[in-house]
């Protein structure tokens, strides 16, 4: 299986300012196939990002998605206090489908 | 709006059965893959099982493979997960998420515990 290791665990950043956040697999992503979520407290995941770059519905331009092969990257700009939250990626190039053990963007 | 709710979650024993509803509105469920993701409260997230639209097509985590089997009805747009030999590390929180690859939309839930 596909094993999506997140980094970093936890990032503290203040509004306004940018997040990258960084997922690497143990093996090729085929097709680039890699999704992003982001969830809140008590909330269920919300999809951000999908094909690694393409944004789901309603997603602010502030959320970019990029990389292939191993190497991926969510870029969060200007962040809003809304943001705050846990992202988890997710690779749908080889079954089983699985997920990051997500990182943590919290107000510092 | 789309909308997907689940029930049938509930305290069990270990080798208990469960049958978990998703009432799906807002979308076309017909031609629409539709899975089943878990999360262990406070931990991460992983997929369980996934149907094609038309119910042709089923997969499944290899630790719920044989134990677990997902189903669709078209005609009451509804998603099952009929489990059973239910093992203690099934316990979490089980989502509805429509989709096949990635999950565009999520229920809220129903909590399953074995213990």
């Known amino acids: 299986e596909t094993v999506l290791t997140q980094s970093p665990g936890t990032l503290s950043l203040s509004p306004g300012e940018r997040a990258t956040l960084f997922c690497r697999a143990s093996?090729?992503?085929?097709?680039?196939?890699l999704a992003w979520y982001q969830q809140k407290h008590g909330q269920p995941p919300r999809l951000l990002i999908y094909?690694?770059?393409s944004r789901g519905a309603d997603v602010p331009d502030r959320f970019s998605g990029g990389g292939s092969g191993t190497e991926f990257t969510l870029t969060i700009n200007r962040l809003e206090p809304d943001d705050f939250a846990v992202y988890y990626c997710?690779?749908?190039?080889?079954?089983?489908?699985?997920f990051g053990r997500g990182t943590k963007v919290e107000i510092k | 709006e789309v909308q997907l709710v689940e029930s049938g979650g509930d305290l069990v024993q270990p080798g208990g059965s469960l049958r978990l509803s998703c009432a799906a509105s807002g979308f076309n469920f017909r031609t629409s893959w539709m899975s089943w993701v878990r999360q262990i409260p406070g931990k991460g997230l992983e997929w369980v099982a996934r149907i094609k639209e038309d119910g042709s097509e089923k997969y499944y985590l290899d630790s719920v493979e044989g134990r677990f089997i997902i189903s669709k009805d078209n005609v009451k747009n509804s998603l099952y997960l009929y489990m059973n030999s239910l093992r203690v590390e099934d316990t979490a929180l089980y989502y509805c998420?429509?989709?096949?690859?990635?999950?565009?939309?999520w229920g809220q839930g129903t909590l399953v515990s074995v213990s």
């Open positions: 093996q090729s992503v085929r097709g680039g196939y």
């Open positions: 998420a429509r989709g096949g690859s990635w999950f565009l939309d």
């Open positions: 997710q690779q749908y190039g080889a079954l089983p489908w699985t």
């Open positions: 094909n690694a770059a």
